[in-house]
């Protein structure tokens, strides 16, 4: 129901812009969360914004390097992506549940219902 697109392979110190959108679901009712998974690693939370976009939280791994946005008019989220580092190669994943995004709350993935099928990210060092 969720599509991801935006990947790609950059070299390290750049950035990539990723987005979710949905072609028969309205992203702006829900918490959206993104998600990420190495090869040969568990799935981990990168970010999450909720509706109307006030309210953000991300993993101490991509403070200060990625952003989240969205634009409910477009229905689509945003993950900015900068100063990528080889550690950041991934597949990422856009969820949507009706879930609260907030800077003191763990980002969960059993709270997100609705999924995408991923976009490959490959950092070259």
């Known amino acids: 129901q969720l599509v991801e697109s935006g990947g790609g392979l950059v070299q390290a110190g750049g950035s990539l812009n990723l987005s979710c959108t949905a072609s028969?679901?309205?992203?702006?009712?829900?918490?959206i969360g993104w998600f990420r998974q190495a090869q040969g690693k568990e799935r981990e939370a990168v970010s999450c914004?909720?509706?109307?976009?006030?309210?953000?939280n991300f993993a101490d791994s991509v403070k200060g390097r990625f952003g989240v946005s969205r634009d409910d008019a477009k229905n689509t989220v945003y993950l900015q992506m900068n100063m990528l580092k080889p550690e950041d190669k991934a597949v990422y994943y856009c969820?949507?549940?009706?879930?609260?995004?907030?800077?003191?709350?763990?980002?969960?993935?059993?709270?997100?219902?609705?999924w995408g099928q991923g976009t490959q990210v490959t950092v070259s060092s």
């Open positions: 028969t679901f309205t992203l702006g009712r829900y918490t």
């Open positions: 914004i909720g509706t109307s976009g006030g309210r953000t």
């Open positions: 969820a949507g549940g009706s879930t609260f995004c907030g800077a003191s709350v763990d980002i969960r993935a059993n709270k997100y219902l609705y």
